[in-house]
């Protein structure tokens, strides 16, 4: 009999068809295997460490692929747990650059014994131990299966019911933003009584077909989605993971379906690269990356289990964003279009954050006006958590309710807190209140009293020295539509700032604070009459059909000068409209000024005083004097 290495290298040339890698070392006493064994798991890289004189062999076999951060400590936890009932060798993590998981196991040869069944029996044990436990690792790392539930079911042991909320111990423990008393879009409900029966029943692949086991939401925002998608698995009867973008493209191929272990189960994949075209810019490891891993993705959703219901989804802005590639049938075959929330469920979900509790009937009350303010403000999850934060923290400071001013603060001023900054001096002050008291009484004037402002402040907010949130129920109340007067309100409410300066103050006093409004103005103007087809005195039937010819494409250098012309006509007239209107209406403007400039900041109730005091108390006055002399 041969040496342990020339045994080894005996028994290599016989395993397999092209012989691996052998290296004799340069001590002469030791040589490295070099193997790949293909298996239904993938391909594992493998080594023989061979020591002729201490009569040693040691083999690794590596997993195909690497273990995600995300589940370390679970994994190191499974690892533990696997460990304690090996006979022979045992599993390990190894950390480098990436973690891979493999199996280790050592024999000492003595009195030269050693025989290729032995190598066989050896490789056997790697084989089997890493085809049963690396499925199990995926399980734990992606699909949030706890480590005990994980290797019972690799050792095809019995399992005790285990709660879900254990099952999925680390995939599960972001709370949802939904609150409970928001009702989730009727059409994934009606999609989750599909899954709920498809599962109970043991539909087969044909029912299956129909109900659809690869989904795309919709939507304007990608939390909200998740959120929905995972109150439809909660109606289902489902489990529900989410994957985080980095680590989609990480699912290893060719290792069976990591979910499947914790079926039934709603699997949604965060949109990120993974989605992305491969076009011309595209690199080509990047591209190829992509390729395979779509590859892989369409084989496992193509091989779905019917036993093991596996439910692929993701959300996106435009269903277009998703490549044609995984939206073929078996694959990410059924679409859910979710517009974009109305305000008043937008201010549920809010208040909801806030906690109900901790809001006063202004915010309880009106939940479509809180929609109406924070929805563009705050626009995604992570700002919704923070302005919810933000809230409870000024709650707790201050030992009261939020109120909606709080909430009119916040948008006006920010997130962030800041320091009372030093106050101008009175003539500069009475400037500023006097510019906001012209926004704020146009509004007001300008709709008959209907838009009269939730606040008015000359308190200094980031880079603004006051501000005006007009009326979010006048807004609410018109909803999307938009006419040539409400084109013109917004005009003057804008222009009013420095209208009310020269008003006041005369032309030399007018100051260079007006620059955001009159940027404001020209971009709406520009918009109203390249694009809509609106003209300046649009209310005469002489002029309503004078600019129906709008702008398409790029615009032309005749179409950018005949745009500029109508604008700069439009706001010349409409800026001595406003003047006009604050002139005639100087009482009020003074009176609103008068209050900025000793309280600071003017509620949308003490507004409505002041106007009811300063117009309509006038008005009602000239009526009953006309009727007299009548």
């Known amino acids: 009999m041969g040496t342990i290495t020339e045994i080894v290298e005996k028994w290599a040339a016989e395993k397999w068809n092209i012989p691996p890698a052998f290296k004799q070392n340069d001590d002469g006493d030791s040589a490295t295997l070099k193997f790949t064994h293909k298996s239904e798991c993938g391909d594992f890289d493998g080594y023989m460490e061979i020591s002729n004189s201490k009569s040693l062999i040691v083999i690794y076999l590596y997993a195909p692929n690497t273990l995600p951060e995300r589940g370390f400590a679970l994994a190191m936890d499974a690892v533990a747990r696997i460990n304690q009932d090996m006979a022979v060798g045992n599993v390990e993590i190894v950390r480098k650059k990436e973690s ?36 199990a690792m995926l399980s734990i790392c992606f699909a949030g299966v706890t480590p005990e539930r994980a290797i019972a079911e690799a050792r095809e042991e019995k399992i005790d019911d285990v709660p879900i909320e254990k099952i999925i111990a680390e995939a599960a423990s972001t709370k949802p933003l939904l609150d409970a008393d928001v009702a989730p879009s009727p059409i994934l409900s009606a999609w989750a009584d599909e899954l709920a029966n498809a599962v109970s029943t043991q539909a087969d692949a044909n029912a299956w077909r129909m109900v659809g086991h690869g989904a795309i939401v919709v939507h304007d925002d990608m939390e909200r989605a998740c959120d929905m998608l995972r109150r439809v698995a909660d109606e289902a009867g489902v489990r529900f993971v989410r994957i985080e973008s980095d680590d989609v ?34 690199d080509d490891e990047e591209a190829d990356k992509l390729r395979k891993f779509r590859k892989a993705f369409a084989a496992r959703m193509e091989s779905f289990d019917t036993g093991h219901p596996v439910i692929y989804t993701t959300s996106a802005y435009e269903l277009e964003d998703v490549p044609l590639a995984l939206r073929k049938r078996e694959l990410l075959d059924r679409y859910f279009y979710i517009p974009k929330l109305p305000p008043d469920m937008l201010g549920k979900e809010f208040i909801g954050l806030f906690g109900w509790e901790n809001c006063d009937a202004s915010i309880t009350g009106f939940p479509g006006k809180v929609g109406q303010l924070l929805g563009d403000e705050f626009d995604n999850e992570y700002l919704r958590r923070l302005a919810a934060l933000n809230m409870a923290r000024l709650a707790k400071r201050e030992n009261r309710k939020l109120t909606f001013i709080d909430l009119v603060s916040m948008v006006t001023g920010g997130l962030g807190n800041l320091d009372e900054a030093v106050k101008d001096n009175e003539a500069i002050l009475r400037h500023t209140a006097v510019h906001e008291a012209g926004h704020a009484a146009m509004a007001v004037i300008d709709s008959n009293g209907k838009n009269t402002p939730e606040y008015s402040t000359i308190v200094a907010r980031k880079d603004t020295k006051g501000g005006v949130v007009e009326s979010i129920a006048y807004s609410f109340a018109r909803g999307d539509l938009f006419t040539y007067a409400d084109f013109r309100h917004k005009i003057r409410i804008s222009l009013a700032g420095r209208a009310a300066e020269e008003v006041a103050f005369g032309f030399d006093g007018i100051s260079d604070g007006s620059r955001a409004d009159l940027e404001n103005c020209s971009r709406l103007a520009s918009r109203a009459f390249a694009d809509w087809g609106f003209a300046p005195n649009m209310n005469d039937a002489e002029t309503s059909a004078s600019n129906l010819a709008v702008i398409v494409g790029d615009a032309s250098h005749s179409e950018m000068l005949h745009n500029e012309t109508l604008i700069r006509k439009f706001l010349a007239d ?30 949308q109730g003490e507004i409505a005083e002041l106007y009811a005091a300063h117009v309509n108390g006038i008005c009602n006055a000239q009526s009953e004097t006309s009727g007299q002399a009548k």
């Open 100 to 135: 891979w998981f493999r199996f280790r196991a050592g024999i000492d040869v003595e009195n030269d014994d050693l025989s290729t069944a032995m190598l066989d029996n050896l490789l056997g044990i790697a084989v089997g131990t890493v085809e049963r436990y690396f499925p």
């Open 249 to 282: 493209m990480d699912i290893p191929a060719g290792a069976g379906d990591p979910f499947a272990k914790a079926a039934p189960i709603l699997v949604y994949f965060e949109p990120g690269d993974w989605i992305n075209k491969i076009g011309k810019d595209t």
């Open 574 to 603: 409409e800026y001595k409209a406003a003047v006009k209107i604050l002139s005639e209406h100087r009482a009020l403007l003074d009176a609103i000024a008068d209050r900025l400039v000793r309280d600071s900041v003017l509620d």
